[in-house]
């Protein structure tokens, strides 16, 4: 399989890894992150390292900053680092989903999925833009609210941060840069709250691609527009606020649940999230079930969900690399699961392939099994099935 880069093989070793560090996001624990490189590099301020505030001023996308969502939009692929492990490729698939939010998601398998998106509404007296951030991981449930409070223009490119609606960014906070074609994307924790200030979780870096998927949503749903997607201008109901064991009130935006299910749908409600999954016009579901031979019982099984095949229609991996920098989703499924549901999926029509970790090595190699490539056309808010049963061809 030398036919395929070490881009492709490190992808998807690399999702295994990103998956143990997707429990350190979701439990918000903190960590001391002051040697880690930042690829995202300065963002142009006088100060590099401002004292963190628990103020939260919503900028006015009225004056400036309603600019971020046509430059969010579209297919992100580069490099990640979280914590200190690093990751050769990562990508994010960011569409609009109505006339003014867009959408992105890193659905990571059996143990969860991780998505953030971007939309206009009121907030604080002012039209702003604000962000959804969250998912599910092993049966916690968690959204978070971050609210657009800076901008700066100068020739490192445009730079945003979004800070937690009610702590504001000694929190949490992310941090945007565009530069032409590039994204910088700084993500920053504290346990909400409790080990504050916040310091720095996730930096990526990625280059726009496969912008056409981003352009084909925008036009369907009308996007841009300046008009509220959801309406926060009455701001939170505090009694529905995660506040955290000994706290008197919430220290952050954030609404939680947990059970032992993955139900996104069940832990919506109970976390009491103002916004939930059913509630997301545009975006669809996708069933895959999946038959376990005896070749491949016992072995992990990776989905993925691309633009261009990987696969040709005998089985083999092809040997085009733009193939696999197509990739938009990617997940991980627990050894001998079988059914696995995407969630908060774009409308238009992807590749699916499903390929065996036979020898165990975390790579795509030589001897991992897959099967001929499947296509799959997802309508909008539709609820899709894919059976998958030809898992027979060894590479």
């Known amino acids: 399989m030398d036919k395929n880069s070490k881009l492709n093989r490190n992808m998807i070793k690399k999702t295994t890894y990103f998956l143990s560090a997707l429990v350190v996001f979701f439990m918000l624990q903190n960590c001391n992150t002051d040697d880690i490189r930042n690829i995202a590099g300065p963002t142009g301020g006088t ?22 969502l046509d430059k969010m939009q579209g297919h992100w692929v580069g490099r990640n680092r979280v914590i200190a492990d690093d ?8 569409r609009a ?11 990571g398998g059996s143990m969860g999925n991780l998505f953030t998106s971007f939309f206009v509404t009121d907030f604080k007296g002012k039209r702003t833009i604000m962000a959804r951030n969250g998912g599910v991981l092993s049966g916690i449930y968690r959204t978070s609210y971050f609210v657009m409070d800076k901008i700066e223009d100068n020739n490192n490119g445009k730079y945003f941060r979004f800070v937690d609606s009610r702590g504001g960014a000694n ?25 504050a200030p916040a310091s720095r979780h996730m930096t990526f870096k990625g280059k726009k691609s ?9 036009q369907e749903v009308g996007f841009p527009q300046n008009t509220p997607a ?17 706290d008197a009130e919430a220290q952050s935006a954030t609404f939680l649940a947990q059970s032992a299910q993955n139900d996104v749908f069940d832990l919506a409600y109970e976390s009491g999230d103002p916004w939930r999954i059913d509630q997301h016009p545009y975006l669809a579901l996708l069933q895959i079930d999946i038959e376990i031979n005896p070749e491949i019982e016992g072995k992990s099984l990776t989905v993925f969900l691309s633009k261009a095949p990987l696969t040709d229609e005998y089985g083999y991996f092809v040997s085009d690399e733009s193939a696999f920098n197509s990739i938009l989703l990617f997940s991980e499924l627990t050894a001998g699961e079988s059914q696995f549901l995407i969630t908060y999926l774009h409308p238009g029509q992807y590749n699916v392939n499903i390929t065996a970790d036979i020898n165990e090595d975390g790579y795509i190699s030589e001897g991992d099994i897959t099967h001929a490539n499947q296509t799959i ?7 899709h099935q894919l059976t998958i049963n030809n898992i027979t061809v060894e590479n």
């Open 47 to 68: 100060n590099p390292n401002p004292p963190l505030s628990t103020e939260v001023n919503p900028i006015d996308i009225n004056v400036d900053g309603f600019d971020f």
């Open 97 to 107: 989903n109505s006339p003014s939010q867009i959408h992105g998601i890193f659905e």
């Open 210 to 218: 496969n912008l056409d998927l981003a352009q084909t949503a925008a």
């Open 377 to 383: 056309t997802i309508t909008p808010e539709g609820q």
């Open 171 to 195: 929190t949490m906070f992310m941090e945007l840069r565009f530069k032409q074609d590039s994204l910088y994307f700084n993500a920053y924790t504290s346990r909400l709250g409790v080990q």
């Open 230 to 246: 959801w309406d926060f201008s009455e701001g939170f109901v505090e009694e529905n606020l995660y506040v955290n064991p000994g």
């Open 87 to 94: 990751y050769d490729f990562f990508a994010f698939d960011y």
